[in-house]
């Protein structure tokens, strides 16, 4: 007979007063997350690899300081799931490639550092789209991840990993990192929580780059006070990333829990956003259910315009792939990751990372070193650059007019397996979630509804100004509040 308490789905709300009252220990807890990654995730596929007698041993440990009341913090002794992008030491390292899987991280990111600080428990690597270049976690090396709530369907990408774990709940919550979309897209897909935050408000140090000036770390999670429990520990300057923001506040889970309503708060339907061909007619109900929802709880809706909408999936692809082209560069097998030997450097370098590398890697560096080669920088590095102003600019003259901005998250529900075979119908499924990256401002997914006849879940998207993360969270919160 199973000893299972199901604890491995709650929120760390509800975790914390467990642990706090003594109900369940912390081995306890992650003995059931580790019991239910053994019943479902045969199937889902959520986890590359999970060192279970490390995640006992931290569990217990935490279990002792308890004991001896010097607990670190109230959640200590609650497990996370880490993307496998995100520095644990000791752990791997793979960004879901062939080409580092052998690596294994000499150090903690600095939000691990953070929140081993608090007593979190590190839990396990979860799978993603490789070097997290994808929408789907199809272009994983290791393996595809499926959708909790169908499996013939994508958990979304790059992080479907974390955000397959914790809609399977199979974990309470997960770290995942956005550069167009990646935090957002796929919790939308899985049914949770996913907040991209301000760039450079939480640390980049421990996070492989994939586009330096777009990644962000950010939680998923079962609701919106989890989400900000753990962007309260992992936000604030850190001297170790140089685009690092100043300061750090801890008080966003309270400003959460005293969330009610939307008096006073002023929602821009971005006009552009609502008129894209591609958006479904379930998500387009969706939403007009979601703004309809917004005015019940106070909030006045105003349409705004961001003109430069259409060219945000261009710019981003000319961007993040050049970014990347100059990231990946020292994946050579010389340093990091899993060597061929050839006949000298050079052939050497090509075995390597031609073997080590997947398709849609290689076409992300192509295309980067294109657009960053002499005679087409200009035509097209330095012109999406100004282009990318622009975006901005267009989501400051919004923010003259509203607190906050609502729009889907995706233009559809989750997709099937190899149901985009064409990368141009891959890179479509992020048109709402880039630019806010280009814009550097910060955004969460919020689950608001399930589409009639398939039961998949509906993401809707909140988006606020740069560090304005206490308006974003207390808006989701409330929503959140107005739908239960
Ligand atoms: N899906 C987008 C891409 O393929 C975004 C990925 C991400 O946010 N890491 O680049």
């Given at each position: 007979m199973s000893n299972e308490k199901n604890l491995s789905g709650l929120p760390l709300s509800r975790l914390s007063e467990g642990l706090c009252s003594g109900a369940f220990s912390s081995v306890e807890l992650v003995r059931d997350c580790l019991a239910a990654a053994d019943r479902l995730d045969g199937g889902i596929r959520s986890?590359?690899?999970?060192?279970?007698?490390?995640?006992?041993?931290?569990?217990?440990?935490?279990?002792?300081?308890?004991?001896?009341?010097?607990?670190?913090?109230?959640?200590?002794?609650?497990?996370?799931?880490?993307?496998?992008?995100?520095?644990?030491?000791?752990?791997?390292?793979?960004?879901?490639?062939?080409?580092?899987?052998?690596?294994?991280?000499?150090?903690?990111?600095?939000?691990?550092?953070?929140?081993?600080?608090?007593?979190?428990?590190?839990?396990?690597?979860?799978?993603?789209?490789?070097?997290?270049?994808?929408?789907?976690?199809?272009?994983?090396?290791v393996h595809p991840t499926a959708n909790p709530h169908d499996l013939t369907r994508v958990p979304g990408g790059s992080s479907g990993g974390s955000a397959a774990a914790v809609g399977g709940k199979l974990i309470p919550v997960a770290l995942g990192s956005d550069t167009g979309g990646s935090i957002r897209q796929p919790s939308a897909f899985c049914g949770v929580v996913g907040l991209k935050p301000t760039y450079g408000r939480v640390s980049r140090y421990g996070l492989v780059a994939f586009a330096s000036s777009l990644d962000q770390i950010g939680p998923i999670a079962p609701d919106v006070e989890s989400a900000a429990v753990i962007f309260d520990a992992i936000n604030g300057h850190d001297p170790m990333d140089s685009t690092s923001l100043p300061g750090r506040e801890s008080d966003f889970a309270s400003a959460v829990r005293s969330a009610k309503s939307l008096n006073g708060v002023r929602i821009g339907l971005p006009r552009e956003y609502f008129s894209q061909n591609g958006l479904s007619a379930s998500v387009g109900k969706a939403m007009d259910e979601a703004v309809a929802l917004c005015r019940k709880l106070g909030a006045e809706i105003v349409e705004v315009n961001l003109p430069h909408t259409k060219y945000a999936v261009a710019v981003y692809y000319i961007l993040a792939t050049a970014e990347a082209s100059a990231n990946l560069a020292r994946f050579d097998g010389i340093r990091y990751g899993d060597r061929k030997e050839g006949k000298d450097l050079i052939d050497g370098y090509f075995k390597t990372r031609g073997a080590g590398f997947g398709a849609e890697v290689k076409r992300r560096i192509l295309l980067g070193t294109y657009v960053l080669s002499s005679g087409y920088y200009d035509a097209y590095y330095l012109r999406a650059q100004k282009v990318r102003t622009l975006i901005r600019r267009d989501f400051e003259e919004a923010s003259k007019v509203c607190d906050l901005l609502l729009t889907p998250v995706t233009p559809t529900t989750a997709f099937r397996f190899h149901e985009k075979s064409d990368p141009l119908q891959m890179y479509l499924s992020d048109i709402f979630t880039i630019a806010l990256n280009l814009a550097g401002n910060c955004g969460i997914s919020v689950p608001c509804a399930t589409e009639p006849g398939t039961n998949l879940p509906i993401g809707v998207q909140f988006i606020a100004p740069a560090m304005a993360e206490k308006k974003l969270l207390t808006a989701a919160a409330a929503f959140e509040l107005g739908r239960s």
């Open positions: 986890f590359i690899e999970i060192d279970r007698e490390n995640v006992l041993q931290a569990a217990a440990a935490s279990d002792e300081r308890r004991a001896k009341h010097a607990q670190l913090s109230v959640y200590d002794g609650i497990p996370f799931g880490v993307k496998d992008c995100i520095a644990v030491k000791g752990e791997r390292l793979s960004c879901a490639s062939k080409l580092l899987a052998p690596v294994k991280s000499p150090y903690d990111a600095t939000v691990i550092a953070r929140l081993k600080a608090q007593g979190f428990v590190p839990f396990g690597r979860l799978n993603m789209d490789e070097f997290a270049m994808g929408s789907s976690c199809e272009n994983s090396s």
